[in-house]
Antibody, heavy 123, light 110 residues
Framework: EVQVVESGGGLVQPGRSLRLSCTAS????????MSWFRQAPGKGLEWVGF??????????EHAASVKGRLTISRDDSKSIAYLQMNSLKTEDTAVYYC??????????????WGQGTLVTVSS | QSALTQPASVSGSPGQSITISCTGT?????????VSWYQQHPGKAPQLLIY???KRPSGVSNRFSGSKSGNTASLTISGLQAEDEADYYC??????????FGGGTKLTVL
C-alpha cells in the first residue's frame, strides 16, 4: 500500500526554522518526483514546490512566494523528502502536504497525499 | 503567477451533470497539457481526479471527466451524487516552471 506521512510540524516563532519530513512507503521512492503543497486555514491549495527523481536530475522547482526560504530535498536511501523552512513568516501558517507526483520532469498530478502536518508561525 | 479563475460555487441536483471551469492564460492552461483537478472534502486531504487535462487515475469514477479549450479547462461531473459535495481545485503548469491553483469551487448537491 502506497503511503506518504508528513511529520515535523508545530508552533514556531517568526524568523525561526523548521524542517518537515515526508516518509514514503509502498513504492520505489527514487523513481518518483515528490511535491509539497500547503493550505492556510480556511483557504485554498497552494503549490510549494517539487523535486524531480534522480533520473531527471533530482532538481527542484519552488513557488516564487517561498523561493529562497523554503527548500525541498530528498534522501532516496531513506525514502524521505524534506521541506526545510527558514525565516518563517506568519503567512507560512498552513497545513503542509507531501505528495507523490505522477510526472517526471514537469510534474503532473499528485496521486497520493499525506494527512498533512500543521505549521503555525506565531510569537 | 496569478491564480487560475474558478467559479466560487456551483450546484446541481442528484443525477444531473455539472461543469466547473478553470480559466488561465496562454502561459499556463493554454500553453500546456498539464492541468489537474482535485476534490477535497472538509478536513480531508485532496484527492486527484484528473491529470494531464483528461486522464483519470485508477480508482477514480468515470463520472469525472476533464477537457480543455484554449485558456480554459473544465471538469465535468455526470450523474451527480450526494458524496460529490466538496471543494474542487484546478491546477496548471506554468511557463515559469511552477504550478498554479485556482481559488477553488464549492459544489453543493441540492
Amino acid at each position: 500500500e502506497v503511503q506518504v506521512v508528513e511529520s515535523g510540524g508545530g508552533l514556531v516563532q517568526p524568523g525561526r526554522s523548521l524542517r518537515l519530513s515526508c516518509t514514503a512507503s509502498g513504492f520505489t521512492f527514487g523513481d518518483f518526483a515528490m511535491s509539497w503543497f500547503r493550505q492556510a486555514p480556511g483557504k485554498g491549495l497552494e503549490w510549494v514546490g517539487f523535486i524531480r527523481s534522480k533520473a531527471y536530475g533530482g532538481t527542484t522547482e519552488h513557488a516564487a512566494s517561498v523561493k529562497g526560504r523554503l527548500t525541498i530535498s530528498r534522501d532516496d536511501s531513506k525514502s524521505i523528502a524534506y521541506l526545510q523552512m527558514n525565516s518563517l513568516k506568519t503567512e507560512d501558517t498552513a497545513v503542509y502536504y507531501c505528495t507523490r507526483d505522477l510526472g517526471n520532469y514537469y510534474g503532473s498530478g499528485s496521486d497520493y497525499w499525506g494527512q498533512g502536518t500543521l505549521v503555525t508561525v506565531s510569537s | 503567477q496569478s491564480a487560475l479563475t474558478q467559479p466560487a460555487s456551483v450546484s446541481g441536483s442528484p443525477g444531473q451533470s455539472i461543469t466547473i471551469s478553470c480559466t488561465g492564460t496562454s502561459s499556463d492552461v493554454g500553453g500546456y497539457t498539464l492541468v489537474s483537478w482535485y476534490q477535497q472534502h472538509p478536513g480531508k486531504a485532496p484527492q486527484l481526479l484528473i491529470y494531464d487535462v483528461s486522464k483519470r487515475p485508477s480508482g477514480v469514477s468515470n463520472r469525472f471527466s476533464g477537457s480543455k479549450s484554449g485558456n480554459t479547462a473544465s471538469l465535468t461531473i455526470s450523474g451527480l451524487q450526494a458524496e460529490d459535495e466538496a471543494d474542487y481545485y484546478c491546477s496548471s503548469y506554468t511557463s515559469s516552471s511552477t504550478w498554479v491553483f485556482g481559488g477553488g469551487t464549492k459544489l453543493t448537491v441540492l
